[in-house]
């Protein structure tokens, strides 16, 4: 069992809807909290950084945290067809490496 | 740079060959990641430098592949004789320190031929 699961989609939804993404984990030393999205053919652009449990807004987005659960989410309001593409969960102890997820496909339909 | 540049950004080689990925990072940035992704996948964990020592090369696959960083800047990723199964982008990421964001390049993609 990897130590991030996501699914990987492909996840389809018509413009303005409200899209929600989730990884679960299983080690609960992870501290830190990602996520990128990545377009075809570039690399990942880091949307959301959380530390421990929680919600954090920026925008369209926001990020939430249930270390109880080992359940990340990132909700996007209002989606665009410009946020079609790769949403990767990362997740890492402070003085590691990151652990990605495989990444979830979305595609938002005009 | 403004952001994690990498070097080339397109590679075709064939079996059997050496081939040099460069990476510069951030400026100031002393941690540094390098990650291999393939088609459908998640970025996969190689190799972890704190300044200019590897503090984690768990992830190398096998002693083809090694990586340096010798002055805590520009980094390095060298894969000897060359395999199809090398074929993959190869991204590296830099953050200010150990516990923060990573910030990525737009990768090198190897093809092996």
């Known amino acids: 069992q990897k130590e991030v699961e996501q699914d990987p989609g492909p996840l389809s939804v018509p413009e303005g809807a409200i899209v929600s993404l989730n990884c679960t984990y299983s080690n609960s030393a992870f501290q830190y909290f990602m996520w990128y999205r990545q377009y075809s053919r570039k690399g990942p652009e880091l949307l959301m950084y959380t530390y421990s449990s929680g919600n954090k807004e920026d925008g369209r987005f926001t990020a939430q945290v249930d270390k109880s659960s080992k359940y990340i989410s990132l909700f996007i309001r209002d989606s665009q067809p410009s946020d079609s593409a790769t949403y990767l969960c990362a997740m890492k102890v402070s003085g590691y490496a990151l652990n990605f997820g495989k990444g979830t496909s979305l595609l938002v339909t005009p | 740079g403004a952001g994690v540049s990498q070097t080339p950004s397109n590679k075709v080689t064939e079996k059997g060959k050496y081939v040099e990925l460069r990476c510069d990072p951030i400026?100031?940035?002393?941690?540094l990641y390098w990650y291999r992704q393939s088609l459908g996948q998640g970025p996969e964990f190689l190799i972890y430098?704190?300044?200019?020592?590897?503090?984690?090369d768990s992830g190398l696959p096998n002693d083809r592949f090694f990586a340096v960083r010798p002055e805590g800047s520009v980094s390095t990723l060298k894969i000897q004789r060359t395999e199809r199964g090398d074929s993959a982008v190869y991204l590296c990421?830099?953050?200010?320190?150990?516990?923060?964001?990573?910030?990525f390049g737009q990768g090198t993609r190897l093809t092996v031929v």
């Open positions: 430098f704190q300044g200019t020592g590897a503090a984690d």
């Open positions: 990421a830099s953050s200010p320190n150990m516990g923060t964001e990573a910030f």
């Open positions: 400026s100031g940035h002393t941690a």
